[in-house]
């Protein structure tokens, strides 16, 4: 825990980036939110990392401290277990407006390395975990065919994936900075 | 005959494939047909995707769903994170017009279209509701004595609003179908806690995660159990692959055996453990099998 007391001035709060939250459904009710911490103490993550609290991620976000919320790397801890959702007895809608928040990070270029190898994995290969060779003998041995009858067996429907992966920008997105322009 | 498209997700057939095979193996003997739903891709999976991009997860979702439409079956996984992620889409297209109409936009580009006709189910919830317990009771051969860690996991549960399955904090559906091979669902601490694999969780932290479940299997193994059954694939992998990890990273070893429900069923059966893929966890499940060869059943 940090000892710090750190001072915001009102001028570094962005009513934009509330306003872009605001734009998932329900993302609103945060405002409802009393602080009445049952959200982060029955949080599992939280058990394990302290410093990841969705109370008050909901609270910076409800302020507009973007750049606080964006940068910070408890964004990507939580695992969308629900259990703060379902207790919140305002219906703040925690986790759904945390993934907003993740969403606004990633379309401003910030994403961490192994979230966007799953992304390429899913769109070179249609599946966040393709097949191995390992799992083509353990699926020989079961009387399985070797590769399952997903994308993997059919080359056409891997290419609807990628074309609507495309259509949706998702390609730019998962990118190597190199790869993109 | 009830049939349904069969969606495997990455998981199951990827990397357990055991998995894959119990559930056809299964759902014959309780005369529902499976049709595989070919050319299906990643659900995708909702923590890293509904994280990125929500167009990007809808259109991919949608695609899947719509294979299932155009074969006129409901769609059937049996991974919490693809149910998460299925029925999530599938009920947002229906109730809101204007969001179908901008998915159908881009599935038009690739010759599909979503119309909304047909329902997403997870194996534990439809074999609860359509099929039922006493038909399961009946279909089991060989009672299996077992003492069993039930993992729910979470989305097959939360959030409720959208699962009318009862209480999130104490459900008892899984427990009543594990009771009905003839094993003993054992109750232990924190139950429902999360196994700590979802939201991209364990691709950011996984030493994180690892603490998570580690915490879970101490419990497990508080409570005396012969093995863990769960629901989802990912879950599984956590519970599995990650005591190898826990193994290797922080010198604990559980040994606990990983089941998915279907392959519980199975061995209920009269199935061998060979047949439902048991000897391929990734923990070694031998003198579990051992065991169950032995007369746990
Ligand atoms: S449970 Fe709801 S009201 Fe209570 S602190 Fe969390 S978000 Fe606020
Ligand atoms: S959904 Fe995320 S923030 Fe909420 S309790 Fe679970 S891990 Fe914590």
Known sequence: MSDTIKTFKTSDLSPEFREEIF??????????????????????????????????????????????????????????????????????????????????????????????????????????????????????????????????????????VKKILHIAGFDEIVAEEEEKK | ?????????????????????????????????????????????????????????????????????????????????????????????????????????????????????????????????????EKIKKAVTTPIDLKVAVHYGCHLVKPTRERHLGSAENPTFFDELVEATGATSVDYEDKMACCGAGGGARTAVLDTTLHMVSNKLDHVIAAGVDCIVDACPFCHLQLDVGQTEIKKKFGKEYGVPVLHYSQLLGLAMGFTPEELGIDLNFVDNSKFIERIRGGAK
């Open chain 1, 23 to 160: 734009e998932e459904p329900g993302a609103e009710k945060i405002t409802l939110c009393f602080n009445c911490t049952g959200c982060s103490s029955g949080c599992p993550m939280a058990e394990q990392e302290p410093e990841f609290n969705i109370r008050k991620f909901l609270r910076m976000a409800n302020l507009g401290m973007k750049d606080e919320l964006l940068n910070s790397p408890y964004l990507w801890y939580c695992t969308t277990c629900y259990k703060c959702q379902e207790r919140c007895p305002q219906g703040v809608k925690n986790v759904d407006t945390l993934l907003k928040i993740r969403t606004i990070a990633v379309h401003n270029g910030i994403m961490l390395p192994a979230h966007k190898k799953v992304g390429q994995l899913v769109f070179n290969f249609g599946h966040a975990v393709p097949i191995n060779d390992d799992t083509k003998e353990k699926r020989k041995a079961l009387g399985l065919d070797e590769v399952p009858p997903t994308v993997h067996s059919f080359p056409d429907a891997l290419d609807e």
């Open chain 2, 1 to 133: 005959m009830s049939k349904l498209s069969f969606f495997l997700g990455c998981i199951a057939p990827n990397r357990y494939p055991g998995i894959e095979i119990s559930t056809k193996k299964v759902m014959e003997k309780l005369d529902v047909e499976l049709e595989d739903l070919e050319g299906a891709s990643c659900c995708p999976a909702p923590g890293v995707f509904k994280s990125f991009d929500k167009t990007t997860w809808l259109s991919m979702a949608s695609r899947n769903i719509t294979l299932s439409e155009e074969m006129g079956d409901d769609l059937l996984t049996i991974c919490n994170g693809c149910f998460g992620s299925l029925v999530d889409a599938n009920l947002m297209l229906k109730k809101d017009a204007a969001l179908k109409e901008d998915v159908n936009k881009i599935l038009f580009e690739i010759g599909h279209e979503f119309k909304g006709t047909q329902d997403v189910r997870h194996i534990i919830e439809y074999l609860y509701q359509e099929v039922g317990v």
